[in-house]
């Protein structure tokens, strides 16, 4: 079974990237006899990871499998999975560092360069013998000269050539390997005429694979691969290039981040929404030995290579929005060890970017705040996910632990006020040790410790 299969049992499925069907997993013969609407967020989440499915090969295949449904049978996909898809699909950082780069629509064919109308003999012989000489002088190691004739091949072509593809696919090669990427754009460019001039020609999703692997782009990158093993299925050099570009993908911060959400996310939204407050904030605290790109990473992945799943201790605290931001603003002008006030890329967090990025009144959003310290790294993700009554009804029911002594609820109240809270108790404390299961509400300020006044320690 397939996530596909999770959302639509009658659909086939047609996943790519790496092959999985050696990670062993307890859950695998859960997930052939479960399906769809039988399952809980929990579950589903543990289900796709059995199959071996990152959060974001389980986005782009349901993506994929949605394209070809029509609409009227969109209503099939009113499932767990489905949801599950939506939330990942939704979900939105407010560091640009954490933002993949979209992916862009190709550039209309211009073919400036190649002369109008049917070439001369004069000309095809020209033509010819530049590309003669470009390949030459790339295979003795002369880049530049190179690229020159390349393009003196291409102007010298006339605008219907079929030479046309091989030409802009030769230079855009020139161009890749230029020192220092100088030219890397313009390869781009004409890797991407290639393809559009001959779709079905393999070589021209290659240079676009590379080029676009190069740039950063990489599910851009790994989708032209795609492209190129759907022409040459039996070849397996595409499917490597897949498997390196999907391998390099889920190292960003991006991927990683998302990974890191779709991980906890039945937890993140029982715990916001046990807050009973739509414009609340959920802040979680996540501590670990491991670094973010272990924590990020998933677990399938992470017993694929033999490693053990890293050790988490976090922190659930649910405010309301006043409430955090008064924490915040104090964190923010006398910084301490405790919550980071850094995003991803090392740049500080401003109160006026975080009050634009958190959802509006009554919006079926949860604004989140992870707190990540682990392996000497210390920084802040601010996200929203969607949180609608749909969903929410997927999350299973939240077995509340008891209410703890009195003098158990202050000293751990005491220990918040210089841990993260120094102008505003939590309303909501709660604990999670690892994958297990969410301890949420520990402390219910307005139970345990009603007229409490928060005050700095």
């Known amino acids: 079974m397939s996530p596909a299969h999770m959302a639509n049992p ?16 307890p859950s695998r013969a859960d997930a052939r006899r479960k399906a769809g609407d039988d399952v809980t967020l929990r579950e589903a989440v543990d289900l796709i990871d059995a199959l071996g499915f990152s959060a974001i090969a389980f986005e782009e295949q349901i993506t994929e499998v949605l394209s070809r449904v029509e609409h009227e049978g969109k209503e099939n996909f009113a499932s767990v999975a489905y949801f599950l898809w939506f939330a990942i699909k939704e979900l939105r950082f407010l560091s640009p560092g954490l933002t993949e780069a979209a992916v862009e629509d190709s550039a209309p064919i211009n073919e400036k360069e190649a002369l109008e109308g049917e070439p001369s003999e004069e000309q095809l012989w020209a033509m010819a013998e530049y590309r003669r000489r470009s390949v030459e002088l790339f295979e003795k190691g002369d880049i530049a000269a190179a690229e020159a004739e390349s393009t003196r091949a291409i102007r010298a072509a006339g605008r219907g050539s ?55 782009r990489l599910g851009e990158a790994s989708n032209a691969f795609r492209e190129g093993m759907a022409l040459e299925p039996e070849n397996e050099d595409w499917k490597r290039e897949v498997e390196k570009t999907e391998q390099q993908r889920c190292t960003t911060a991006p991927i990683l981040a998302r990974q890191l959400v779709f991980s906890h996310l039945p937890e993140l939204l029982q715990a916001w929404t046990r807050g ?5 904030v959920l802040q979680v605290r996540i501590r670990s030995t ?25 922190r659930y605290a649910f405010l309301s929005r006043k409430d955090y931001l008064a924490n915040l603003v104090a964190y923010l002008q006398e910084p301490g060890s405790e919550v980071s006030t850094m995003d991803v890329d090392g740049q500080p967090h401003k109160i006026t970017d975080i009050m634009r990025f958190l959802p509006q009144d009554q919006s079926a959003e949860a604004a989140i705040h992870i707190d990540l310290q682990g392996g000497g790294q210390s920084f802040a993700i601010v996200g929203r996910l969607p949180s609608g009554k749909m969903m929410q ?22 220990l918040q006020r210089s841990t993260g809270f120094p102008k505003a108790l939590p309303k909501f404390l709660g604990f999670q040790e690892g994958s297990g299961a969410l301890a949420f509400p520990v402390v219910d300020l307005e139970r345990d410790a009603p007229g409490q006044v928060s005050r700095k320690p």
């Open 276 to 280: 009973r407050d739509a414009n609340g």
């Open 393 to 414: 009804a997927y999350l299973g029911t939240l077995k509340e632990p008891e209410k703890p002594k009195k003098r158990e609820a202050k000293r751990m109240l005491d």
């Open 162 to 216: 079929q030479q046309l593809p091989v030409l802009y696919s030769n230079r855009s090669l020139a161009r890749f390997s230029l020192p220092g990427g100088s030219m890397m754009a313009a390869a781009l460019e004409d890797a991407k005429l290639s393809v559009q001039l001959a779709p079905g020609w393999p070589r021209g999703h290659t240079r676009l694979g590379y080029c676009l692997r190069q740039l950063g």
């Open 290 to 314: 491991s670094s973010f790109e272990e924590l990020g990473a998933a677990k399938w992945r992470l017993r694929q290579q033999g490693l053990a799943l890293p050790n988490v201790e976090m």
């Open 10 to 25: 009658g659909k086939r499925d047609r996943r790519s990237g790496s092959s999985v069907k050696d990670v062993p997993s």
